[in-house]
C-alpha cells in the first residue's frame, strides 16, 4: 500500500516536471527575445541620439544594425504579398536592394524624434507559429507613451524582427497594402512599384 | 427634432443592412476588395472616396493644418494636455454607456472610476489624475459597440472633412453624438451653441493628434489612400480588440496575424 503511493508519487513527479519542461524551455527563449530586443533597441537609440554622428554615418550604422537584427528578405517579400511570386527572378536582388533603402530613409527621416527618448520591454509572448512577440513602450520627453510590439523569429539560431507594430499598427501590413494598391493601379505591373522605390530614394538623397 | 433625429439613423441602418452582411469572413481570393491574408475591407466606392480623400488632404494643407500649427505656437503644450484632458472627460458618459452595451464590466469600472475621480480630483477633468495611478482611458464608441455586437464594416466611406471610416464606425459616431447627456443638456436649452462648440472643439482635438501621424504617413506612402485604409482598418481592429486596456499588463495585447510568402 505504501509502495504504491510512493510509486505513485514518484510518477506525479516525473509527469509534472515533463509538462512542465517546454514551458520552461519557452519562457527561456521568450526571455531571450525581449533581451535581443532591449539591448538591439538601446544601441540604436544610443547613436541615433548622439549629435556629434552626422547624418550620413547615422544612416549607414542604421543599415549595419537593420541588416544585423530584421530578417530583412522575409519582410521584403511579406511587403510584396502576393505580387512576389509574379516578381521575375531577375528583379529580385534588385528589389531587395531597393527596399532596404527604402525602410531606411523611412526611419532615418525621424532620427531626430528618437533622440531622448527612454525605452522598456515590458514583456513577451510565445505564438503558435514559434514566432515571439516582445511587447514595449517608448517613453517620450513630452507627449504620451508609444507602445511597440516586436515580432521575433528564430532564423538559423539567429534571432530576427519580421515586424513591428506600433500601436497596434503592422508596418509590414501597412506596406503591403501601399505596395499592393501602386501596383494595381499601375495594371499589375510591378516595375511600377520599383520605379516608385527608385524616386524615393533619389528624392530622399536631395 | 430628436425623434427626427433617432428615425433618420434608424432609416439609414435599415437601408443599409445589405451592405452590413459583408462580414470579414466572406473574404475570399477577390482581389478587387479583400486584401489577402489580412482582414478585410469593402471598399466600392473607392472612386468617390479617393476623390473625397483628395479634398480632404486640400483643407488639411490650407486650413487644417495652419490652425492647427497657429493653436500649438499660442497655446503651450501643458495647456494643450489641459484642454485635450477635458474634452475626453465630457465624452465619459459615452464610453461608459458604450462599455455597458458591450457589456464590458471592467471598461465600466475604469470609466466610473475615472470619470469620479478626474471630474472632482483633477479639477473639472482637466488633469487625468486617474491615470497616474494606472487607470489609464479607454476610447469606445457606438461602432466598436455595434462590431462586438457582430455588426460588420460596411463599405469604406471617406468623408468630406471628418476623413474615414467604415460606415458601420461613421454611423456610430453619430449615435455618439446623441447620447451625450451634454448635447441633450445643451440643446434643450436656449445655449445650443455651446453643444456645436465643444463638438466642434473635440474634432479639431481629434486633428490636432491626428495631423503628425497623417504628415509622416503622406510623406511615406507611395498610395497614401491604401496605406490609410490600411491603418484606419488595423487600428479599429485593435481598438474593437481592446488594445488599450492590455497596454499596461504587457503580454495579451492584440497583433495583427497574417499569411506569409
Known amino acids: 500500500m505504501k509502495n504504491t503511493k510512493t510509486m505513485r508519487s514518484i510518477f506525479l513527479t516525473l509527469f509534472s516536471l515533463l509538462m512542465v519542461l517546454p514551458v520552461f524551455a519557452s519562457a527561456q527563449a521568450s526571455q531571450k527575445a525581449e533581451n535581443f530586443v532591449e539591448n538591439r533597441v538601446q544601441e540604436t537609440l544610443n547613436f541615433v541620439g548622439d549629435s556629434s554622428i552626422s547624418m550620413t554615418e547615422k544612416k549607414a550604422k542604421f543599415e549595419k544594425m537593420l541588416n544585423a537584427s530584421f530578417d530583412m528578405k522575409t519582410v521584403a517579400r511579406f511587403a510584396l504579398g502576393r505580387f512576389w511570386r509574379k516578381l521575375p527572378k531577375s528583379d529580385q536582388a534588385r528589389y531587395y536592394d531597393l527596399f532596404e533603402n527604402y525602410i531606411v530613409n523611412v526611419y532615418a527621416q525621424r532620427f531626430d524624434e528618437y533622440s531622448g527618448q527612454k525605452f522598456d520591454v515590458t514583456g513577451s509572448r510565445a505564438e503558435q507559429n514559434g514566432d515571439f512577440i516582445v511587447f514595449s513602450e517608448l517613453r517620450p520627453d513630452k507627449g504620451a507613451n508609444v507602445f511597440v510590439d516586436w515580432r521575433i523569429r528564430e532564423k538559423g539560431g539567429q534571432l530576427k524582427v519580421i515586424d513591428v507594430i506600433v500601436e497596434g499598427i503592422s508596418m509590414s501590413v501597412t506596406q503591403r497594402s501601399d505596395f499592393a494598391s501602386v501596383i494595381q493601379r499601375n495594371g499589375g505591373d510591378i516595375s511600377a512599384l520599383l520605379d516608385f522605390l527608385d524616386k524615393q530614394i533619389v528624392a530622399s538623397k536631395n | ?261
Open chain 2, 1 to 261: 427634432m430628436k425623434t427626427l433625429k433617432i428615425s433618420l439613423i434608424a432609416l439609414l441602418l435599415a437601408f443599409s443592412a445589405p451592405a452590413f452582411a459583408q462580414e470579414d469572413s466572406t473574404a475570399s481570393n477577390d482581389d478587387s476588395y479583400y486584401e489577402e491574408g489580412y482582414a478585410g475591407y469593402y471598399d466600392p466606392l473607392e472612386g468617390v472616396n479617393r476623390q473625397i480623400l483628395k479634398f480632404n488632404n486640400v483643407m488639411d494643407k490650407y486650413v487644417f493644418y495652419p490652425l492647427i500649427d497657429g493653436y500649438r505656437f499660442i497655446v503651450p503644450s501643458q495647456g494643450r494636455k489641459v484642454i485635450s484632458n477635458f474634452l475626453r472627460n465630457l465624452k465619459s458618459p459615452v464610453d461608459l454607456a458604450n462599455q455597458i452595451l458591450q457589456g464590458d464590466w471592467d471598461g465600466m469600472k475604469n470609466t466610473a472610476f475615472r470619470f469620479t475621480v478626474n471630474t472632482f480630483a483633477g479639477f473639472g477633468g482637466t488633469l487625468d489624475v486617474a491615470a497616474w495611478e494606472g487607470y489609464e482611458h479607454e476610447s469606445e464608441d457606438f461602432g466598436q459597440t455595434m462590431a462586438v455586437w457582430g455588426i460588420g464594416d460596411g463599405p469604406y466611406l471617406v468623408i468630406p472633412f471628418l476623413g474615414p471610416a467604415s460606415m458601420r464606425d461613421g454611423l456610430g459616431y453619430g449615435v455618439d453624438g446623441l447620447m451625450n447627456p451634454i448635447n441633450h443638456y445643451y440643446n434643450n436649452t436656449d445655449e445650443r451653441h455651446i453643444a456645436y462648440k465643444l463638438t466642434a472643439a473635440s474634432f479639431f482635438e481629434m486633428k490636432n493628434q491626428l495631423s503628425d501621424f497623417e504628415k509622416s504617413q503622406k510623406k511615406n506612402s507611395f498610395d497614401y489612400y491604401s496605406a490609410l485604409r490600411s491603418v484606419i482598418y488595423q487600428n479599429r481592429q485593435s481598438e474593437i480588440a481592446d488594445y488599450k486596456k492590455h497596454k499596461s499588463n504587457g503580454t495579451s495585447r492584440f497583433v495583427p496575424q497574417y499569411e506569409e510568402y
